[in-house]
């Protein structure tokens, strides 16, 4: 007979397995049909971006969303790292893989202390939110700082960002985590 300690974490791991299914649902529910994949070869969204302020190049875009977030501009290569009450807690610029995914809402779904990302180096603090062309899309910081150009030649979905800046993804962005992804 399990313990009830086992019992409750069973519990909790089944509650937050449903409520991210949920969550992608809704949200996969809610894109629009004709959601354009965005491609870095040029080729233009389907999806209008949202004015940004000339004034304030870093500010958190206009209509990203609500509540504690991740949110994440393809146009930009920026990161923000959004509180409940709306407050940006930190933004940083990144540098994108070479797959881009498309606008939406995601949830964080899994995370790895340290891998070999699929360009060899070694990467720390992974934050994954999806999957696009069969290439699993996330966050993570080179562990020696490098943030690459994407090479078209090769499919990554690796997010790079620096170690300081993965350090407070690791911090803010745990399971289930809202990622808000605009053009």
């Known amino acids: 007979m399990p313990s009830n300690s086992a019992t409750f ?4 791991t ?9 969550l992608t649902f809704q949200a996969s529910a809610s894109a629009p049909a004709d959601l ?6 040029g080729a233009p969204a389907k999806v209008a971006k949202a004015p940004r ?3 304030h190049p870093a500010a958190l875009p206009a209509g990203s969303g609500f509540g504690a977030r991740v949110v994440y501009s393809l146009d930009d ?7 409940a009450d709306g407050g940006v807690k930190r933004t940083f610029k990144v540098a994108p893989g070479s797959v881009d995914p498309l606008p939406g809402n995601y ?10 990302g699929t360009d060899g ?12 062309n069969d290439v699993t899309i996330g966050f993570s910081a080179a562990l020696d700082g490098s943030l690459p150009e994407p090479d078209p030649t090769v499919k990554t979905g690796g997010i790079r960002q620096t170690v300081a800046d993965g350090d407070a993804m690791w911090d803010f962005a745990t399971i289930g985590q809202a990622v808000v992804v605009v053009p």
């Open 9 to 12: 974490v069973a519990g909790l």
């Open 14 to 22: 089944s509650a937050a397995l449903a409520t991210v299914a949920f």
């Open 36 to 41: 354009a994949r965005p491609q870095r070869s």
């Open 53 to 55: 302020d000339k004034d």
């Open 77 to 83: 290569d920026r990161v923000w790292l959004v509180r």
């Open 107 to 116: 949830a964080v779904t899994s995370r790895a202390a340290a891998i070999t």
């Open 121 to 132: 180096t070694p990467i720390e603090h992974v934050v994954r939110f999806t999957t696009a």
